[in-house]
């Protein structure tokens, strides 16, 4: 897929505005607060998806007009996430410039497929938000829904994901899904979206200067004009004069330079780092190796598989390295799952599979 691009070159690309059009009056302070901030596309929920009943649940379509009173009074373009057919209609209908697929309906192949549909033959830019579990087909597959519509404008948009549990972040950021992203698709504008990662306004900064050292294209941030009032979403949206500080402080870093210094240092590091990288897969697959015995121990004693006790004894011993290093709980807690995992995977080969030998092992 050659995808055609929705913003101009100049980066960074900056979408910002509400998280919900909730008057007339705030949907223009908004946006006239954010005129002249360098933002290229104002956003404002009209449908909004919320995960309990009784939430304010947008609008609806007299919103609209406000965004038309938006792009006559600002000049700014303007989008809106479209979940069904009938959203895509009323869109084209009061002439937003861009829709976006919201992160619960990327999900979601039947929806997507219907977006594509009512698109068909419809040339208006489309952002598609990752869906909510870290799933990077599924997100691949919407890009691939609309492409196949005749869809060319197409942008994709890092908004973290669901987890259970306690974390920084309202949605956990997988930066190498969103990097994997821009390598399979150089022509794709990857934005990150960090006000839904964060759920939060003190940590937007430091999640914005990642996304730059990142080189994603640009930012979508929700910014609203009093925003402790807001009607969803209020503990993560700034005022737009926040907005102008916040882009103040940033530091836009070259993607490379030619100094031969430079390159020579970093292709020593490189080489460091991949050597260290081998080092990692021989010490798992000795640990996987230690792991089979013990499996065919178990087998000979008839004991479970897994060891809750020891499982979190181990995390809990892990955990607290990991935080000695400064690496993130969530770092560790995703590493030994899927160490954990495999072991459980190998001690079951062994223990089922009466041909798989406990000891099969290279370097
Ligand atoms: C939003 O942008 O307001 C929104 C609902 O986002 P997401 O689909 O990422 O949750
Ligand atoms: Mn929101």
């Given at each position: 897929m050659t995808f055609q691009p929705i913003f101009p070159p100049h980066r960074p690309i900056l979408i910002a505005g509400p998280c919900s059009?909730?008057?007339?009056?705030?949907?223009?302070?908004a946006a006239h607060g954010l005129k002249n901030r360098g933002v290229s596309l104002f956003r404002a929920g009209i449908w909004k998806p919320r995960t309990r009943p009784g939430a304010f649940e947008g609008i609806g379509v007299p919103g609209l007009k406000w965004l038309q009173r938006v792009q006559a009074e600002t000049g700014l373009s303007v989008t809106t996430e479209a979940a069904n057919a009938q959203h895509v209609q009323e869109c084209l209908k009061h002439g937003v410039n861009v829709l976006w697929i919201g992160a619960r309906t990327t999900v979601n192949p039947f929806s997507v497929q219907e977006i594509a549909d009512a698109?068909?033959?419809?040339?208006?830019?489309?952002l598609v938000k990752n869906p909510v579990n870290p799933d990077y087909k599924l997100w691949v597959g919407a890009l691939e829904r609309l492409y196949k519509a005749g869809v060319r404008r197409?942008?994709?948009?890092?908004?973290?994901?669901?987890?259970?549990?306690?974390?920084?972040?309202?949605?956990?950021?997988?930066?190498?899904?969103?990097?994997?992203?821009?390598?399979?698709?150089?022509?794709?504008?990857?934005?990150?979206?960090?006000?839904?990662?964060?759920?939060?306004?003190?940590?937007?900064?430091?999640?914005?200067?990642?996304?730059?050292?990142?080189?994603f294209a640009g930012l979508m941030v929700e910014v609203h004009p009093d925003p402790d009032r807001a009607w969803s979403d209020a503990a993560q949206q700034i005022t737009p004069e926040r907005f102008g500080e916040m882009l103040q402080g940033l530091v836009r870093r070259a993607v490379t330079t030619d100094d031969p210094d430079f390159l020579a240092s970093m292709e020593n590091s490189r080489s460091a780092i991949d050597e260290i990288d081998e080092e990692i897969i021989y010490l798992i697959a000795r640990r996987m190796q230690l792991v089979r015995e013990i499996g065919a121990i178990k087998k000979d004693k008839n004991v479970a598989v897994l060891q809750p006790e020891r499982f979190r004894a181990l995390?809990?011993?892990?955990?607290?390295?990991?935080?000695?290093?400064?690496?993130?709980?969530?770092?560790?807690?995703?590493?030994?799952?899927?160490?954990?995992?495999?072991?459980?995977?190998?001690?079951?080969?062994?223990?089922?599979?009466?041909?798989?030998?406990?000891?099969?092992?290279?370097?």
């Open positions: 059009a909730e008057t007339e009056e705030q949907v223009l302070a698109l068909q033959g419809v040339d208006v830019p489309v197409v942008a994709a948009v890092h908004r973290g994901f669901s987890s259970y549990g306690d974390s920084k972040y309202r949605n956990v950021p997988r930066w190498q899904m969103a990097i994997d992203l821009m390598q399979e698709f150089p022509d794709l504008e990857v934005i990150c979206d960090i006000s839904h990662i964060c759920g939060r306004r003190d940590i937007l900064a430091e999640t914005a200067q990642k996304a730059f050292d990142l080189s995390r809990e011993s892990l955990q607290r390295r990991g935080e000695k290093n400064e690496f993130s709980p969530e770092f560790i807690a995703l590493f030994l799952e899927a160490v954990h995992q495999e072991s459980i995977n190998q001690q079951e080969k062994v223990i089922n599979d009466p041909v798989v030998p406990a000891s099969a092992f290279t370097r």
